[in-house]
């Protein structure tokens, strides 16, 4: 069956980086357009960063230039590298496969001052 496995989450200092994994199996990854969102407590889960099957890339508005999102086809893995980390940024992220609606459980990200 399909599933999504979310690593790599913790607790960080601002400023810091830390670089988010998700591995996929049940589904053919390179065919899938994959996602990462997020949610912090009280606020709904959003859009951080897509890419496609092809390789392009888009950004909220809120992580340009700081997050950079990328996919290893050969190893059925999509990766989240988040630099310069803000308050803001605490919140669990989600590995989303598109068109399958598919969602990992999630991994916490807290960035500390």
């Known amino acids: 069956q399909v599933q999504l496995v979310e690593s790599g989450g913790g607790l960080v200092q601002a400023g810091g980086s830390l670089r988010l994994s998700c591995a996929a199996s049940?589904?053919?990854?390179?065919?899938?357009?994959m996602d990462w969102y997020r949610q912090a407590p009280g606020n709904h889960r959003e859009l951080v960063a897509s890419?496609?099957?092809?390789?392009?890339?888009t950004y909220a508005d809120s992580v340009k230039g700081r997050f950079t999102i990328s996919r290893v086809n050969a190893k059925n893995a999509v990766f989240l590298q988040m630099n310069s980390l803000k308050l803001e940024d605490t919140a669990a992220y989600y590995c989303?496969?598109?068109?399958?609606?598919?969602w990992g459980q999630g991994t916490l990200v807290s960035v500390s001052s």
């Open positions: 989303h496969a598109r068109s399958l609606d598919a």
């Open positions: 890419i496609s099957s092809g390789g392009m890339t």
């Open positions: 049940g589904f053919i990854f390179g065919l899938q357009a």
